[in-house]
């Protein structure tokens, strides 16, 4: 499933950018994500070939082995997880899927809407074995690769900034501020996938909505 009304940003365009990409987000966020992970301390590891996540009663974060500073983190109570079947795992695909329906049309649905999916074998460099979606209010928003309904990904994550002046229509189980990522079990045939939400609580310091570029955020 590829949105024809979105603009398409080339894998071209996506190797090209990604060095200089790692260096700026270094450079802008790399003592607030040392800080993150020092305060959320041990916990519970969660990692695939793709991403790796720590969840503890001190919040949560995830990281992309790939792209260690493609980023979410939050402290405070403002994490929530659970296991889920590679079955629920494909109907939150299909929930995606019209959620990037909705964000194509025209309409002040949200000032910011990011999804990527990352599937086996994917990589962000490469820009391949993805599926890339980035709207911004204001702007024109675009997409890359293909949504596939019929494969588990090995990680996905969509970020949503809203407010009560531009609710998304209709139901997605998603948080209104925040981010929520799915990290799939190293052996696909064995244990259950990690979904997991960083909510913007009150009192939260997080960088699950810091601006990045396009390319992979």
Known sequence: MSPPMLHE?????TAASFDALRAERQAQ???SMAYIKQRVGDGAEYVNEVARAILSPRGGYYQLLEMPEEFAGVLGAGVSYQLIS??????????LEELVRVVAQPGPYARRVSLYVLYAGGS?????GLFVLDARRGEPPFAHGILRLDTVPRFFK?????????????DFGLPAS????????THTDNGG????????????????LRPASPAVN
Not at 165 to 170: A, I
Not at 178 to 185: D, E, K, M, T, Y
Request: with cysteine.
């Open 9 to 13: 940003h080339t894998p071209a365009d």
């Open 86 to 95: 590679q079955p629920e795992a494909l109907r939150l695909l299909s929930r």
């Open 124 to 128: 962000l460099r490469a820009g391949q």
């Open 158 to 170: 969509v970020c949503l900034d809203t407010g009560a002046g531009d609710p998304l229509p209709g």
């Open 29 to 31: 966020y790399g003592v």
């Open 178 to 185: 925040g981010v929520q990522f799915f990290l799939a079990p």
């Open 193 to 208: 996938c990690l979904l997991a939400t960083l909510a913007r609580a009150p009192g939260a310091a997080d960088l699950s």
